[in-house]
């Protein structure tokens, strides 16, 4: 029987045992269950576990043959037209789907992360954004999480970026450490008189970044929508004027 390649089994969308069960009826032509077993390898009981799904597909046709069930293999040519059926198929919902899509680019995209990894991320979806950030900001509670590697590195790449930070925050003593670098680092500072900051804000592009450096685990949750975003925005303006 011939070998069953990774590709064809993806390119038929098939298991290894399906495949099996395919190529040896392909061979044999026309065959009962019994020897389509003997063919493949594969055990009756499991052919029988998928047999039904491979006649759905139009890859197996079983037809009665004096009395008996036997079993032959669509011609790979058939494959082919089956194929061009389908497209045909998916072509003929393309203005419903692309509705629907339309549909969902008004719709906020929300992105949950955990754990030190899953904060990470969402900084570095800040560098690549490239754009400017404005945000409530926790340095208190970052650097436990982030580490001192984090909070000397992250600030160099995005000042390297050209991307300018403007940040309310607590005055603390871990925030007039990072204030020293303010300069070099395109960061701008104002200082508010609170308890604590339960969640840090960063607010860039379309996207608002929250960040619980508190929780355990610590995460951050990603929104992507200009009208939110704005939103944020507005309310940021307004204390920073005012401080």
Request: overall charge positive.
């Amino acid at each position: 029987m011939i070998k069953i390649s990774k590709n064809l089994l993806k390119n038929l969308n098939l298991t290894e045992l399906q495949a099996k069960v395919y190529l040896a009826a392909l061979e044999l032509g026309q065959a009962p269950m019994q020897e389509l077993t003997r063919k493949s390898g594969v055990k009756r009981t499991s052919i029988y576990n998928f047999i039904d799904e491979l006649k759905e597909r139009g890859l197996i046709i079983e037809t009665k043959k004096n009395k008996r069930s036997v079993y032959s293999a669509a011609h790979p040519s058939t494959l082919v037209e089956l194929e061009k059926i389908r497209v045909k198929e998916l072509e003929s919902l393309l203005p419903e789907l692309s509705a629907i899509a339309n549909n969902s680019r008004h719709k906020p995209k929300v992105t949950f992360y955990e754990d030190r990894e899953g904060i990470y991320e969402v900084y570095l979806d800040t560098l690549k954004d490239r754009q400017p950030i404005i945000a409530w900001s926790d340095f208190e509670h970052m650097k436990p999480v982030m580490g001192k590697e984090f909070m000397v590195e992250y600030p160099k790449e995005r000042a390297r970026r050209s991307i300018t930070f403007q940040c309310i925050t607590k005055d603390t003593p871990i925030t007039q450490e990072v204030a020293k670098r303010n300069y070099g680092e395109l960061r701008e500072m104002k200082l508010i008189e609170t308890e604590h900051f339960d969640t840090e804000i960063n607010i860039y592009g379309n996207k608002v970044a929250q960040i619980s450096f508190r929780s355990n685990p610590p995460f951050a949750v990603l929104i992507e929508d200009k009208g939110i975003a704005q939103t944020m925005r507005v309310a940021w303006n307004e204390l920073w004027k005012r401080l």
